[in-house]
């Protein structure tokens, strides 16, 4: 069991943690870190054709905001924000988090444990592909995330799962069609460009 107000690093990937220790340990510079079901998950830093598949996405997202300025308050990337997820014991950087209002209350480090995006987007790498395809999947249901788009460029295919009354209801696009969203009308990102963003693969 690690201490709560300890530095995790590399050596701590797959040892058991408490979110609530998790929360505000500090980790050392040059990987990146989840808690993925009481479980410490220790990855490296994206590989080029991840981060720039992730920044072309964002470029379209936040070129809808400046044309949009009421319709997204932020787009943050995985280092900027996190998912706090006490069902599961679990907190998530999602590749890409759409906030489309401003949090409530309290601005300090605990407003992560309520502000909760509508719109989240996972990139796949062939680590993460279990994580994002079936654990993801479950614990964004539960935090009340209305979709969760799962880009995968080695199968040219976005996953868009929306929320529907029980469970989400899914979609998957191919390089010929576009993601759309009701949360936000008139955006609109060509599935193919995106793909090839990420040079079709890792």
Known sequence: ????????????????????????????????????????????????????LVAFIRNHL??????????????????????VIPDWESERHPDLAVYLTAPKGRKDRTLWRTWVPELVVEVVSEGSRDRDYTQKRDEF????????????????????????????????LGPADACETKLLPGFKLPCRAVFDAGGNGE
């Open 62 to 83: 936040v070129r809808h905001q400046l044309d949009n300025p009421a319709a997204i308050h932020l787009v943050l990337e995985g280092g900027s924000s996190k998912l």
């Open 141 to 172: 249901w539960t935090l009340g995330i209305k979709e969760y788009w799962i880009v995968d460029a080695k199968l040219q295919q976005v996953l868009v799962l929306r929320r529907g009354r029980s469970q989400w209801t899914e979609k998957t």
């Open 1 to 52: 069991m690690i201490l709560a107000k300890t530095t995790i690093g590399p050596r701590h990937h797959g040892r058991k943690m408490s979110l609530k220790a998790f929360e505000f340990a500090r980790g050392e510079e040059g990987h990146l870190y989840e808690l993925a079901r009481g479980y410490v998950v220790v990855s490296e830093v994206p590989n080029y054709p991840h981060a720039a």
